[in-house]
């Protein structure tokens, strides 16, 4: 089976000035591939924020290599990247990242506009906020969304160009339990159509969903469960 994300014992460091350098990330090798659910936990501090950002091609490692595609991104332009991780990744986060003056409309069609200025951006975005509920706030701002319409609306823009991967960061975080399983119960649909799943949490009965529950601790993989056994890393 393929590979879509491989990341090859990478590295992170922030120079901190004057102060000893901060390593986030050591020894991190995590192979994903086509079709899987995966889930990446652990406690606060963890490397997990780092470990969204390496995995979806938005920032490089300090060493080792990610390979998206089968493609290393550090030998990739910058729009190259940008290219392939949007056609690549859809990302859903915590915090929705709508843009405020767009309508629900809107802010879906502008990924679709980016990646494919051909496509019928307006047609496919009206029937992803529709298949999600939200045919009647098409044309609602952000603020005149409630947490789960706007979340909706999140999932709609991350599903804007049919991406391979959908990578999702405490997407339940800012939700109340009902909502939050409806977008858990979403997310396992879609890899049930053949969607890979990352999904990032600190909340332990979001793994459930999962078919492989990675976990780190101060930067390193310290074990990975497959069906419920775990495999102690290092």
Not at 46 to 73: E, Q
Not at 125 to 131: G, I, Q, R, V, Y
Not at 184 to 205: A, Q
Not at 207 to 224: F, L, N, P
């Amino acid at each position: 089976m393929e590979s879509l994300i491989k990341i090859d014992n990478v590295w992170k460091k922030y120079e901190m000035g004057e102060a000893e350098p901060l390593i986030v990330l050591r020894e991190i090798d995590l192979d994903i591939k086509e079709g899987e659910f995966v889930a990446i936990t652990g406690p606060s501090g963890s490397g997990k924020s780092t470990m969204v950002h390496i995995i979806g091609a938005l920032d490089k490692p300090s060493w080792g290599a990610v390979y998206l595609k089968s493609k290393n991104i550090a030998e990739m332009s910058e729009s190259s990247l940008a290219f392939l991780r949007g056609k690549t990744i859809g990302f859903i986060f915590q915090q929705f990242n709508l843009l405020p003056n767009f309508s629900a409309l809107e802010n879906v069609m502008l990924p679709i506009e980016m990646i494919d200025s051909g496509k019928d951006a307006k047609e496919r975005a009206t029937k992803l906020l529709e298949s999600l509920g939200l045919g009647e706030r098409l044309h609602h701002k952000p603020t005149q969304l409630s947490g789960g319409q706007q979340q909706r609306v999140a999932i709609a823009r991350a599903l804007a160009n049919d991406p391979e991967v959908i990578l999702a960061d405490e997407p339940t975080g800012n939700l109340d339990s009902k909502t939050g399983k409806f977008v858990m119960d979403f997310l396992e649909k879609l890899n049930e159509r053949g969607k890979t799943i990352i999904l990032i949490t600190h909340e332990l009965d979001l793994v459930e969903y999962a078919s492989r529950v990675v976990h780190i601790k101060d930067g390193r993989i310290e074990k990975e469960v497959h069906n419920g056994k775990g495999v102690k890393r290092r």
